[in-house]
């Protein structure tokens, strides 16, 4: 799971550098943005929430969390687009507009790159330093249910 959000956030660095050496066009550069946001966001977001329900003990299931997400996403894009659409930009300020958000991206995908490196190497710090007892089964609970 670590390492798709990883592969999403180097994706996500990975296009836009090539975009801003003009070396991908604007709709390869989409889609690939697409899919590393999707990747990075999807393989995190639902076991996430979901562990975070079960630590609490709280009855039900992440759907309405998920959806929380989404929603605020929602939200920030139609806002997006109604500035766009309806706000003071003219041509020279969405070529800022665009330098911004490439800068934006670029610093998202590295600290995504950065947490996920971190993560992935404390958990196999983590996992290593596990008790051997804890990883070897209990011959007692092997057993079978009958006494024959």
Aim: some cysteine; overall charge negative; charged content about 15%.
């Amino acid at each position: 799971m670590l390492f798709g959000v990883l592969f999403g956030g180097a994706t996500i660095f990975g296009s836009s550098v090539l975009f801003e050496l003009h070396c991908l066009g604007g709709i390869v550069w989409q889609l690939l943005l697409g899919v590393g946001i999707f990747v990075a966001y999807n393989l995190v977001g639902t076991p996430c929430y979901d562990r975070l329900l079960a630590v609490t003990e709280t009855e039900g299931t992440c759907s309405f969390l998920i959806f929380l997400s989404d929603f605020f996403g929602y939200v920030v894009t139609i806002s997006l687009l109604f500035y766009n659409n309806f706000g003071p930009v003219n041509d020279e300020d969405d070529r800022k507009v665009l330098h911004m958000y490439t800068w934006i991206l670029l610093g998202a995908s590295v600290t995504i790159i950065c947490v996920s490196a971190v993560m992935i190497y404390y958990f196999a710090l983590r996992l290593s330093l596990r008790p051997a007892e804890a990883t070897t089964p209990n011959p007692e609970e092997d057993a079978p249910l009958l006494d024959t």
